[in-house]
Nanobody, 121 residues
Framework: QVQLVESGGGLVQAGGSLRLSCIAS????????MGWYRQASGKQRELVAV???????SYVDSVKGRFTISRDNAKNTVSLQMNSLKPEDTAVYYC???????????????WGHGTQVTVSS
């Protein structure tokens, strides 16, 4: 199995910045995409940003130009730099990996436990 552990959440004022990090560990054969999702209170979980194994990135429109996703394949880590934060960015942020476990021929979805990001106005 694969374990994902997030860090870096917290409370910040509007306009501020936070950096989220996630490290994957376990019986990892390979990791395809890694990404960040978020779920605000009373809302569905949404994809925020994703990065493929070759570094191709994609963002939800609401964070384009403010958030940057990056990845270190050698360390199995993914980060999300969040700038110009807005109150509507308040949510629990979840790390996600589409990974192949050793000994298995197909990939599976793995999730972290989430880290709270709160942006005050």
């Amino acid at each position: 199995q694969v374990q994902l552990v997030e860090s870096g959440g917290g409370l910040v004022q509007a306009g501020g910045s936070l950096r989220l990090s996630c490290i994957a560990s376990g019986n990892i054969f390979s990791i395809n995409s890694m990404g960040w999702y978020r779920q605000a209170s009373g809302k569905q979980r949404e994809l925020v940003a994703v990065i493929t194994g070759v570094g191709r990135t994609s963002y939800v429109d609401s964070v384009k130009g403010r958030f940057t996703i990056s990845r270190d394949n050698a360390k199995n880590t993914v980060s999300l730099q969040m700038n110009s934060l807005k109150p509507e960015d308040t949510a629990v942020y979840y790390c996600h990996a589409d990974a192949v476990v050793g000994g298995v021929k197909w990939s599976s979805d793995f999730w972290g436990h989430g880290t709270q990001v709160t942006v005050s106005s």
